[in-house]
């Protein structure tokens, strides 16, 4: 379903997507361990599957709503990561796409409904400003700085599945995998 989101853009490449996909590691780990990640990740591509058609394809209205009903969805499971890429997705249409400016505003709408459970029950549970002050000193959700994260999500690549990792070196094949996803994504944009 998320991949089949994209056919009508990508054609074959979308089921070779899906494919290459399944053999994941996040595929194989998130999905046996019914946690999250894997729900969000697909969710997201099937959110900017249908945001793409909508943005690049027909302009339809309906894949639009589909989008932002998928980002309300993946925010029932993982809120910032649907408010990040809602937010994503709404720039990049509306600097791209003069005439959709106004209905790219629909993204963050579903990113923001799908966030509401989670508000009202930190608000009934801790209070508002309690929950998220809670929230922030996990070491997921920290504020710790960019360099800090980036150091700690390095190490995790190689390993362990939740951090923080106490004494972290650079893991070799951690590095090795990012160089190798930032040179595709630059030759995938050129």
């Known amino acids: 379903f998320a991949f089949r989101a994209w056919r009508p853009l990508l054609g074959w490449a979308s089921t070779l997507g899906a494919a290459m996909f399944a053999g994941t590691w996040l595929a194989f780990l998130y999905g046996s361990e019914v946690m999250p990640n894997l729900w969000s990740a697909l969710l997201a591509t099937a959110a900017t599957g249908y945001a793409a058609r909508f943005a690049w394809g027909e302009g339809v209205k309906a894949d639009l709503m589909a989008a932002s009903a998928l980002l309300a969805l993946m925010a029932l499971f993982r809120p910032p990561d649907a408010a990040l890429l809602s937010a994503a997705i709404a720039s990049v249409i509306f600097l791209s796409q003069r005439d959709a400016r106004r209905a790219a505003l629909w993204l963050p ?82």
Request: charged residues 5%.
């Open 109 to 190: 709408v579903g990113a923001a409904a799908g966030c509401i459970p989670w508000l009202v029950e930190m608000q009934v549970r801790f209070g508002l400003a309690t929950g998220v002050s809670d929230a922030t000193s996990v070491s997921h959700v920290s504020t710790g700085g960019l360099a800090t994260r980036l150091f700690q999500h390095l190490a995790l690549t190689d390993g362990p599945t939740i951090g923080p990792v106490p004494g972290a070196s650079l893991p070799f094949v951690g590095v090795i995998w990012w160089a190798f996803l930032l040179v595709m994504t630059g030759v995938a944009i050129s």
